[in-house]
């Protein structure tokens, strides 16, 4: 069975600082017409930075569309031209104040591919060194030092719910 769409009619209704939202016209295999609405995405990395071998650091940050304040693990949107470890050594330092030169590429997903093209690359970061947080001018991040054991039990608990955090724990700890 053919399951491929073809796109007879681009659209974009709206073009952000960080994304775009668009309005597609496409032909389905059974040749009948829909319509396509997704964000386009430029592509995020994360950083799973270890402080020494059983601590991570975690950002807590505000989150407005689910109004709570949530864990996660740093991370941020590609700019353009920009390669994917860049981005991820400049989050850590932009996010954390850390840096590193021990940083490696473990995984990459798609977040939700119903409404988004976006793709998410994870990085794990060791031999961490100290340095000055430098979040952007709308960022308001708290550093939090935690034992990933219990970043493992605060996914259990429900306390953890960023999907990009529980993927990129739940890897590491699979490769632990």
């Known amino acids: 069975m053919k399951l491929r769409e073809k796109v007879f009619k681009k659209n974009r209704i709206y073009t952000g600082k960080a994304i775009n939202f668009c309005k597609d016209e496409v032909v389905l295999p059974n040749k009948n017409k829909a319509v396509r609405e997704y964000i386009d995405h430029p592509g995020a990395v994360a950083v799973v930075p270890f402080i020494n071998k059983t601590d991570i650091i975690m950002v807590k940050q505000y989150r407005y569309p689910v109004d709570k304040i949530t864990y996660e693990i740093p991370a941020g949107k590609l700019d353009k031209k920009e390669s994917l470890l860049k981005c991820a050594k400049r989050e850590l330092k932009e996010e954390t104040g850390f840096e590193t ?13 119903a409404f988004s093209n976006e793709e998410l690359i994870i990085y794990i970061a060791k031999d961490l060194v100290s340095g000055k947080q430098n979040p952007d001018d709308d960022e308001f991040i708290e550093n939090t030092i935690i034992p990933f054991k219990k970043a493992l039990r605060m996914i259990k608990q429900g306390k953890i719910k960023d999907a990009k955090t529980v993927i990129a724990l739940l890897y590491v700890a699979s490769k632990i």
């Open 101 to 113: 030169k021990n940083i490696k590429k473990l995984i990459s997903f798609y977040p939700s591919t």
